[in-house]
């Protein structure tokens, strides 16, 4: 039908044959057209919709519906609700992503379709479409890498809000993520702006569990026995302490001499604990160590001598802040206007006179 004349409107205007016989030609090829590619993108879009409604509410198709509700997912979304949100936000913008392209894609066919209908010759807007699908290409590939890799990424779920993570060119919590950017507040407060397609590797510090890490230098001569007991001891604490202890995840673990130097042994204290947490929980690791080895007297690396100070007693004695050359000075311009006022103004002590004696006349 292409290139030929397309008529407009039936033959013979009074006849009601004629204008049935043009209705079932044209009108009726683009209102099949139009039907039909509606129909195709609606159950495009309610497929869309039912799987991202499935992700978001993190159970199988089979165990929807008819097949009763599941039980694994019930329980999983109870037990991390903030899991379950960044899956349900992960799931809308994809499925928002998804339906945009098949709207996008179902009427650019029916489009051309309805122009072909019409007799139009769509083989020149093939053509440029081609050529500008290629300029688009070459002139906007770290676009087009950054929406990919963007929709890749929250396909995998690598990442999201309020996760602390490490891209490479910045490191921080995780404010915003969209199909082409990634925002970044780091520790320092500066909000980095990074393209997807520029991250060739990421780093979730606060995804699943993590893990505290504590390392002590003791001294070279400790009992490595007492220190390990001693930090097993301090590790207990802060698996019963009420607040940060609902944050450790399992037993801790003392592992051997990590490292060795000429005044110093490396041991080293892991914990696993909740995401995110593994700051908090190694700080207060270290706090307790360090009271447990200050109880037990055992020096850190390099304080064998100050420890043994303190345990002799004999510490310095503190020093005055005010014994200072400039306050001695004013001391002694204090007494001098003391002296005036009391008119004993100090003076100088009187000098010797020299005196020569003059030979005497001779006779």
Known sequence: MTGLPVTTGPEDATSAESWADWFVGLPLKIILIVVISSIVLVLLRRAIRGITNHVADGSSILDRGPLGESAVGNV???????SSARRAQRARTIG???????????GSIAFFLILDALGVNIAPFIASAGVVGVAVGFGAQ???????????MLLEDQYGVGDIVDVGPATGTVE???LRITKIRDSDGTLWYVPNGTMLRVGNKSQGWATAVVEIDVDYFADLDQVRALLAEAASRVVTDPVVGTHVLGEPTITGIERLSADAVTLRLKVKTSPAMQWEVARSLRTATR????RADVPLAGQRDLMATHRAGTAPEPHDPHD??????LAERDARTAASGAGEEPRPAAEPVATTEEPAPRG
Not at 324 to 329: G, Y
């Open 142 to 152: 770290s676009l087009v890498k950054d929406f990919l890799s963007g929709l890749f």
């Open 324 to 329: 200072t050359p400039i306050d001695d000075a």
């Open 291 to 294: 009271d447990a080895l200050e």
């Open 176 to 178: 915003a993520v969209t």
């Open 76 to 82: 999983l979304a109870k037990a991390s609700p903030l």
């Open 96 to 106: 928002s992503v998804l339906r945009s392209t098949a709207t996008v894609v179902v």
